[in-house]
């Protein structure tokens, strides 16, 4: 498993959400630079599996 923080603006979620084995826990926060509103976990049972979709849930949160 892997979880990346979501920082300073709020992603696409439903981009996101299309990746298989990615749960999104958003604290709730009013975004602003450099505040965590919350990260997201990926899961899989396959360790390649999961560092593809990191890259690919970092590249969505990059672009946020």
């Given at each position: 498993?892997?979880?990346?923080?979501?920082?300073?603006?709020e992603p696409d979620l439903p981009s996101m959400l299309n990746l298989p084995?990615?749960?999104?826990?958003?604290?709730?926060?009013?975004?602003?630079?450099?505040?965590?509103?919350?990260?997201?976990?990926?899961?899989?049972?396959?360790?390649?599996?999961?560092?593809?979709?990191?890259?690919?849930?970092?590249?969505?949160?990059?672009?946020?």
């Amino acid at each position: 498993a892997v979880m990346l923080n979501v920082i300073g603006a709020e992603p696409d979620l439903p981009s996101m959400l299309n990746l298989p084995g990615l749960h999104a826990h958003l604290y709730g926060k009013l975004p602003r630079p450099g505040r965590k509103l919350g990260h997201v976990t990926i899961c899989d049972v396959e360790a390649s599996r999961v560092a593809e979709l990191s890259h690919r849930a970092a590249a969505l949160l990059r672009n946020c």
